[in-house]
């Protein structure tokens, strides 16, 4: 039960869920032919630590304030992912910045000789470690994404004909390269952790912990994937909500916890705040930009959420059984975490809902 500590340590860091990728696709409009587009997508807050976009200082990214950065942002971003093809460098002949509801899209327009495409994201080199780059390339048809990070910041696309399976290795890859994300989402966001600790403190049989995990699950993949696929639209005022609204999701299970002898109606308080924790989900997902890949992008981390969360409860369950075996252990576990779960809860609230603490 070594987790629950934990959550007074980082209680002062967790924040809201942080889009830590920059999305990238690349393609020949004329198979063979010299022009190539490319069209990166990226949060807001992460164009922020790459350059100082926010052109007039209000805190708000307008198109305005790409159009002033339109020189640094060429500097800043282009000059940083090199392009080069059969060994050639690409010659840049075109940019644009625009402003999305919950990202920025960058495009840039190059002329490039025949052959193999290869691109450096050497900008990697300046944002914090866990960044990582994915490339969807559509020069021979889609080739699968590949994922780049700062110790390998180079992608290559080839232009060959692909042999056999290759393109089936190429989207495998990626695949788990998205479930790897989702994994990482979910063992990073200690809010989340701090949900499912609480619904499991009190214990009960295994058909309702599995009733539980299964609500959970289910309400949170209809929210994932009702957002990321656009059929609900999170901006920034929205997203600040939906993380107090987690905030507020973990204040309530630690106070019934701690108030209540019996939870009869757990299940569907779990589904209504499942709800809620996967649009937070959502929010990471929908900064990425991902277009055409989105549903590729959607199942693997997804999947990694899952996983992710299997490995939780699996861990925890077996450890709240042991505890369950000696009532009066039990019931002292159960007020003492639900209130560290509480304290946690409460300060994310007052950090999300008015601004940081301190």
């Known amino acids: 039960m070594a987790l629950p500590l934990a959550l007074l340590v980082v209680a002062g860091s967790a924040s809201a869920h942080d889009a830590d990728i920059l999305y990238a696709q690349l393609w020949r409009p ?56 059969g060994g050639q460098p690409c010659t840049r002949t075109h940019t644009n910045a625009r402003a999305r509801a919950s990202f920025v899209e960058l ?51 080839s232009e060959g004909v692909s042999g056999p399976g290759q393109p089936e290795r190429a989207r495998a ?24 600790l609480a619904l499991l403190l009190v214990g009960g049989s295994f058909r309702r912990v599995l009733l539980l995990v299964t609500a959970f699950t289910l309400a949170h993949s209809l929210t994932l994937g009702a957002t990321a696929l656009g059929f609900i639209l999170l901006d920034d005022a929205r997203t600040r909500w939906v993380e107090a609204a987690i905030a507020v999701s973990i204040i309530w299970v630690a106070l019934e ?25 959502a929010s990471v997902l929908g900064s990425y930009g991902l277009g055409d890949s989105v549903v590729a992008g959607l199942f693997g981390f997804n999947l990694g959420v899952e996983l ?22 039990h019931h002292r576990t159960v007020r003492a975490l639900s209130l560290l779960i509480l304290a946690a809860g409460g300060y994310w609230l007052m950090e999300r809902a008015w601004g940081p603490i301190g």
């Open 30 to 85: 004329v198979a063979g032919g010299p022009e190539v587009h490319e069209r990166i997508t990226l949060t807001a807050g992460t164009l922020a630590l790459l350059i100082p976009a926010d052109a007039d200082g209000d805190g708000v990214l307008t198109q305005a304030d790409l159009d002033a950065r339109a020189p640094a942002l060429a500097v800043g971003i282009w000059d940083a992912v090199p392009l080069s093809a």
């Open 107 to 157: 495009n840039a327009t190059f002329q490039c000789a025949p052959g193999e495409l290869r691109q450096r994201f050497s900008l990697l080199s300046v944002l914090p470690s866990q960044y990582k780059v994915v490339l969807g390339s559509y020069v021979q048809g889609e080739q699968g994404q590949r994922f780049a990070d700062a110790s390998q910041p180079t992608l290559i696309v």
């Open 173 to 196: 890859s990626g695949l788990l390269d998205w479930v790897g994300l989702g994994l990482v989402h979910i063992f990073g966001g200690i809010d989340h952790l701090a949900f499912l």
């Open 257 to 281: 916890n701690l108030v209540l002898r019996e939870h009869r109606h757990r299940a569907l308080l779990t589904f209504l705040f499942g709800l809620v924790h996967g649009f937070g989900f």
């Open 308 to 329: 992710g969360q299997a490995v939780i409860v699996a861990v925890l369950l077996p450890l709240v059984r042991i505890v369950e075996r000696r009532p009066v252990w």
